[in-house]
């Protein structure tokens, strides 16, 4: 069959399930300037959704779906989570792993393709409908 013995296809597939989920290309995003704790990242990526409108998502991230999605970049070796022993209530951070880092590195030239081609997406989406 065709595509069955290209050579990439087996690491596309692997880098496209790091990125899978809703809502891991925003808590990476968050987490690039440097370790959060749980509420923080919550905050900051909902307060980022609201300025721009929810066009990405429609409703509020949830505790409940940032802990799933921390859970697996955590499996996934994307992200490490930090306890801090010398604090009273001991908050937890978040930050990314070297590998993490080396992710977002890796998808800039993603992002500048989907930033050249962004009308012509919005256009063929509109064609297409919902």
Same mark, same amino acid.
């Given at each position: 069959?065709? $595509?069955?013995? &290209?050579? *990439?296809?087996?690491?596309?597939?692997?880098?496209?399930? !790091?990125?899978? $989920?809703?809502? &891991?290309?925003? !808590? /990476?995003?968050?987490?690039?300037?440097?370790? +959060?704790? %749980?509420?923080?990242? /919550?905050?900051?990526?909902?307060? &980022?959704? @609201?300025?721009?409108?929810?066009?990405?998502? !429609?409703?509020?991230?949830?505790?409940? &779906?940032?802990?799933?999605? +921390?859970?697996? /970049?955590?499996?996934?070796?994307?992200?490490?989570?930090?306890?801090?022993?010398?604090?009273? %209530?001991?908050?937890? *951070?978040?930050? +990314?792993?070297?590998?993490?880092?080396?992710?977002?590195?890796? !998808?800039?030239?993603?992002?500048?393709?989907?930033?050249?081609?962004?009308? @012509?997406?919005?256009?063929?989406?509109?064609?297409? $409908?919902?």
């Amino acid at each position: 069959m065709a $595509g069955e013995n &290209v050579p *990439y296809r087996q690491s596309l597939l692997d880098a496209m399930a !790091v990125l899978n $989920g809703q809502w &891991v290309p925003a !808590v /990476l995003a968050s987490l690039a300037p440097g370790p +959060l704790n %749980f509420t923080d990242l /919550l905050n900051a990526i909902n307060a &980022v959704e @609201e300025r721009s409108g929810w066009v990405n998502h !429609v409703r509020p991230l949830t505790r409940k &779906v940032l802990t799933e999605t +921390l859970s697996r /970049l955590q499996r996934d070796g994307i992200v490490q989570r930090q306890n801090t022993p010398d604090a009273l %209530f001991q908050p937890v *951070y978040y930050e +990314l792993t070297p590998m993490g880092s080396s992710l977002l590195r890796s !998808v800039r030239p993603l992002i500048k393709w989907a930033q050249d081609h962004q009308a @012509e997406l919005e256009s063929a989406r509109q064609r297409r $409908g919902p």
